[in-house]
């Protein structure tokens, strides 16, 4: 593709974008009407947005555009499976520079569309607008297929913390990128393409999860959440949360501790569930933790309160 968004103009760009997606079931029409349609066998329709804007979230020198789209697409679609839902549809709102390739807006497309693909769902629509800052919203919508929705309310006392997913990758493949280096791959890898585990979300619900979240900006943060919405204290055990060697080798090269990324590093977009002491669960899920009652509202880690930040807040010192 050649030339800029602004020669090719906002209508030429929609239908070089559009052109690139895939249909499936859920999307009964669209992209290219006033509205797409899509099916809602539930009856009920998960919905979720979540923004990444240029120097903030992504960098153009640290990713491709088509990182960006899967990253953009993988934190909604976390957000939906983390519900106990099943994604159908995202949605792309895409603010650009009238300079900017229109490779890199088709490109951020394909990576949308391909990590659609790996949920199950598409794009059924958007739009796009000229602006300073590259802006990429989108919105996700799902399926709860009978499911009742896993909140952030239902821990319990007596309840187990297990995770499955990623934890801490993508916060050493930004320290790594943010020092100028471009390796080990496996965790700028990480840092720019997150693979959420999708399907666990829908499967925690089946298991009888009493409550769900993706981490999207620290475990300890994140979890924060759960306990204040359950009234619960969640203590983690630091000798259950494996750190890898490799890890271990890029913290010392770059003089992080780095259970700090595992606990507090953001993007992964791992799930974390709270489920009965007595559930038989699947390999996947490793058991991090416990729900107590005394306490509400906390997070500890080994009995002791957490008192460095949990994890990202975008109104924070970062
Ligand atoms: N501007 C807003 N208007 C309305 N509701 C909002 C707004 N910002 C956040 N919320 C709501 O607040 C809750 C927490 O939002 P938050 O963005 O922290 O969750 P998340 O999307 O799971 O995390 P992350 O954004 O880190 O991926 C969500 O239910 C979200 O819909
Ligand atoms: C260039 C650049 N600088 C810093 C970071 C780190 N970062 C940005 S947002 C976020 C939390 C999740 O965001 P949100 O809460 O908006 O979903 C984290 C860990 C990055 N990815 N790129
Ligand atoms: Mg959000
Ligand atoms: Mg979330
Ligand atoms: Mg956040």
Same mark, same amino acid.
């Given at each position: 593709m050649k030339g800029t968004v602004g020669q090719l103009g906002e209508f030429g760009l929609i239908r070089e974008m559009t052109s690139r997606l895939t249909a499936t079931e859920a999307v009964r029409l669209g992209p290219g009407d006033d509205a797409a349609v899509v099916a809602a066998p539930d009856g009920r329709? *998960?919905?979720?947005?979540? *923004?990444?804007?240029?120097?903030?979230?992504?960098?153009?020198?640290?990713?491709?555009?088509?990182?960006?789209?899967?990253? &953009?697409?993988?934190?909604?679609?976390?957000?939906v499976a983390a519900m106990g839902a099943v994604p159908t549809v995202l949605l792309l709102g895409l603010v650009v520079?009238?300079?900017?390739?229109?490779?890199?807006?088709?490109?951020?497309?394909?990576?949308l569309r391909d990590e659609c693909q790996v949920a199950g769902a598409a794009v059924a629509g958007g739009d796009v607008v000229?602006?300073?800052?590259?802006?990429?919203?989108?919105? &996700?919508?799902?399926d709860l297929r009978d499911r009742a929705p896993v909140t952030r309310a239902g821990a319990r006392p007596g309840d187990v913390v297990a995770v499955t997913g990623w934890l801490g990758w993508s916060a050493a493949g930004h320290a790594v990128l943010s020092r100028g280096f471009r390796s080990p791959r496996a965790f700028v890898e990480a840092h720019r393409r997150p693979e959420p585990p999708y399907h666990a979300g829908p499967a925690a619900a089946?298991?009888? &999860?009493?409550?769900?979240?993706? *981490?999207?900006?620290?475990?300890?943060?994140?979890?924060?959440h759960v306990a204040a919405a359950s009234g619960v204290r969640i203590d983690l055990h630091s000798a259950d949360i494996d750190v890898p060697s490799q890890m271990t080798e890029i913290g010392q090269a770059v003089g992080v501790d780095p259970l700090q990324w595992v606990l507090t590093g953001g993007e992964d977009h791992a799930i974390v569930a709270t489920f009965p002491a007595d559930t038989k669960l699947p390999a996947r899920w490793r058991v991090i933790g416990h729900v107590h009652a005394a306490a509400a509202g906390q997070v500890t880690v080994d009995g002791a309160p957490w008192d460095k930040a949990g994890g990202w807040d975008h109104f924070g010192d970062q």
């Open positions: 329709v *998960v919905a979720t947005t979540d *923004v990444l804007i240029e120097g903030r979230h992504f960098r153009r020198d640290w990713s491709t555009a088509y990182d960006v789209g899967r990253k &953009a697409a993988a934190q909604n679609l976390a957000d520079p009238a300079d900017l390739p229109a490779a890199w807006a088709c490109e951020l497309m394909d990576g000229r602006g300073d800052t590259i802006t990429v919203a989108v919105t &996700a919508l799902g089946d298991l009888g &999860a009493t409550s769900m979240i993706d *981490v999207s900006d620290g475990l300890v943060a994140d979890l924060g």
